[in-house]
Structure formats: structure tokens, C-alpha cells
């Protein structure tokens, strides 16, 4: 396990957790509910990947406008922009009318051709209930959800080299009991509110090829990003 080449994330705290990093080419499960930070920690990885590494990333989304995405990074100084010009970061937002029955292999041909090393997918949640619509089925059943959402995670797990960050909202049942199947790691992102007080906290519930921290640490979200204190 200590063989494994790793792909630093670079998010202070994080990388001692999977001693030293995710396991190259390995597909993680991000989950956690609204506000927890999955989309802050997502552009950090690829930031960090693209300044620090110079590893090309792509951000896949369902959800976000690329334009929301480039201001809620620049809160934290991250200028997407700049890497864009240099080729080192995409924004795909894919809206619904755009989904079809070619959109998994459209998808990894765009990771393979720009050579990209880290991709996030936002998210995995929306990707199940809007893909099925209108593709086999005009009214699609939970079988068909789950058939399209399998198709998708093992496709991209057996044709793209990069190292995958999937978001997922984190009681959706149907998305995660199949990407948590697939997924060579798990990571959960937990908000609680006490008395007033708002805590986040960060769990790697499991990562393959490595030795993993199980414990529960504080996730904190500053002026330069997430931050996860070792316990």
C-alpha cells in the first residue's frame, strides 16, 4: 500500500489522512449535504493540482453555471480564468436539454483528449435523475436509475486514467448505494448546528490501496479555503 503513487491534494490537513494522498487513478465518492463544502474542496483539488502539480483538471457539472463556480473560487483567490488560458483547468457546465444517451462517452473522450489528470463530477446525485429521462424509458423506474447510474460509474472507472472526485448529496440513497459499489474511496463531509454554533467535520470512510484515518476531524472553511485539523 505504501507503493501506491499518490496524488496530493494539497488541502492542509487532508493528504496525512490517505498517507500522502489519494492512490493514482482511483475514484472518489464526495459526499455530504448542502453546505458542507463539497464544491470548495473540489476546486481546491483541482486548483492545487493545476499550480502546484501542473496537472490538467476538469470540472463536470450539472448543477453550477461556470460563471458561479469561477466567482465562488475567486472568494478564496483562486483565478480559474487564468488557468483556463493555460489550459491547465476546463469548466463544463452540461445542462439538461444537452444530456443523451452519448453524454458517459462524451464525457471521458473530453477527459482523454485533454489528457487530464483529475476530474470532479457535480453531481452524481443530479446525473441519475436527469439522465434516465427520455432515453429508454419515458417514465423511468428505479431499475432504470440505478441501471444508467451503474453504466456511468463503471465506464469511467474502466476507460479514464485520471483521479475522479464524484460529488454526491449525502442521504440520497440511490446514487450513493451505487457509487459507494464502485468507488475506491469515501469520503463524507458532516455540517451539524449547536446552540447557534455551525461545526463541519470531515470522515474518510474508506480508500483502497492505502491505509486510511478513521476518526472524525474538524473541517474548517477560511479565507483560503478548507482546512481539516488533525486530532
Not at 459526499?31 to 493545476?50: C, D, E, P, V, W
Not at 457546465?93 to 444530456?99: D, Q, Y
Amino acid at each position: 500500500m505504501k507503493n501506491s503513487q499518490r496524488v496530493k491534494t494539497h488541502i492542509p490537513g487532508f493528504d496525512e489522512l490517505v498517507q500522502g494522498g489519494f492512490p493514482q487513478s482511483s475514484n472518489i465518492l464526495l459526499s455530504g449535504s448542502a453546505g458542507t463544502g463539497k464544491t470548495i474542496f473540489s476546486l481546491q483539488y483541482l486548483y492545487n493540482g493545476a499550480v502546484l502539480e501542473k496537472e490538467a483538471g476538469i470540472y463536470f457539472t450539472f448543477e453550477e453555471r461556470g460563471a458561479a463556480l469561477r466567482e465562488q473560487a475567486q472568494q478564496f483567490g483562486w483565478d480559474l480564468e487564468k488557468l483556463e488560458k493555460k489550459k491547465l483547468l476546463r469548466i463544463i457546465p452540461i445542462g439538461v436539454e444537452e444530456l443523451s444517451k452519448s453524454t458517459l462517452m462524451d464525457i471521458i473522450e473530453i477527459v482523454r483528449d485533454t489528457k487530464s489528470k483529475r476530474v470532479v463530477i457535480d453531481s452524481i446525485t443530479t446525473l441519475a435523475y436527469l439522465s434516465p429521462m427520455g432515453f429508454e424509458e419515458t417514465s423511468p423506474t428505479l431499475y432504470s436509475v440505478k441501471k444508467f447510474l451503474y453504466k456511468f460509474m463503471a465506464l469511467f472507472k474502466e476507460f479514464n486514467g485520471a483521479t475522479s472526485i464524484f460529488i454526491s448529496q449525502k442521504d440520497e440513497e440511490i446514487s450513493n448505494s451505487i457509487a459507494e459499489y464502485l468507488c475506491d474511496g469515501i469520503v463524507t463531509l458532516n455540517f451539524e448546528t449547536l446552540g447557534g454554533d455551525c461545526s463541519r467535520s470531515l470522515l474518510v470512510k474508506k480508500m483502497r490501496r492505502t491505509k486510511n484515518d478513521e476518526d472524525l476531524h474538524p473541517l474548517e472553511i477560511n479565507d483560503s479555503g478548507v482546512h481539516i485539523r488533525n486530532l
